[in-house]
T-cell receptor, first 114, second 113 residues
Framework: GAGVSQTPSNKVTEKGKYVELRCDPI?????LYWYRQSLGQGPEFLIY????????DSGLPNDRFFAVRPEGSVSTLKIQRTERGDSAVYLC????????????FGPGTRLTVT | AQSVTQLGSHVSVSEGALVLLRCNYS??????LFWYVQYPNQGLQLLLK??????LVKGINGFEAEFKKSETSFHLTKPSAHMSDAAEYFC???????????FGKGTMLLVSP
């Protein structure tokens, strides 16, 4: 079956611009996660959705970052007034939410802020 | 807060040699433990996980890991390296009953012929 997909695969934007990153989880998965991976680092947790609601957004670095999942499937990560420090690979993962704790990751979106 | 330490940002082995990638965690309660592999330009793939039960866990591609509570470790091993094992490996933990992951910084495995 289809895995987690993310679009775009690459995004180059200018400092100060607004960007949206999309994640399509595995069909039927109720849990969805966003992580950010900076160069030379492991992924860092940003936000976790269970269904339509954000169950944990403690990893969002500041109020420029926001994510939605209005119908409990596709999610969009939104970054306002981008900064060069936002440059990273943004990873999305989904899981069944039933307790097997296995997260399936997408290929990521590489964001470059110039 | 939980943390994960992976010793060695790069590990080099010869094809056919033992692979040992080290992972130690810091947590007041033993967490759930995971190893993920990341090939270039691909997403993370789960190799194996420990949640409960037997402390020696077998995963895909011949990898295994052993949870040692007394050492707060979850080292990854493979008896004989293949060229196709060259990738970056991440150890991760999550609190019991909760699913968000805390990752280590990763170890790049290099395999030479």
């Amino acid at each position: 079956g289809a895995g987690v997909s993310q679009t775009p695969s690459n995004k180059v934007t200018e400092k100060g611009k607004y960007v949206e990153l999309r994640c399509d989880p595995i069909s039927g998965h109720t849990a969805l996660y966003w992580y950010r991976q900076s160069l030379g680092q492991g992924p860092e947790f940003l936000i976790y959705f269970q269904g339509t609601g954000a169950a944990d957004d403690s990893g969002l670095p500041n109020d420029r970052f926001f994510a939605v999942r209005p119908e409990g499937s596709v999610s969009t990560l939104k970054i306002q007034r981008t900064e060069r420090g936002d440059s990273a690979v943004y990873l999305c993962a989904s899981s069944s939410g039933t307790g097997d704790y296995e997260q399936y990751f997408g290929p990521g979106t590489r964001l470059t802020v110039t | 807060a939980q943390s994960v330490t992976q010793l060695g940002s790069h590990v080099s082995v010869s094809e056919g040699a033992l692979v040992l990638l080290r992972c130690n965690y810091s947590s007041s309660v033993p967490p759930y433990l995971f190893w993920y592999v990341q090939y270039p330009n691909q997403g993370l793939q789960l190799l194996l996980k420990y949640t409960t039960g037997a402390t020696l866990v077998k995963g895909i591609n011949g990898f295994e890991a052993e949870f040692k509570k007394s050492e707060t470790s979850f080292h990854l091993t493979k008896p004989s390296a293949h060229m196709s094992d060259a990738a970056e490996y991440f150890c991760a933990v999550s609190p019991r009953g909760y699913s968000t992951l805390t990752f280590g910084k990763g170890t790049m495995l290099l395999v030479s012929p």
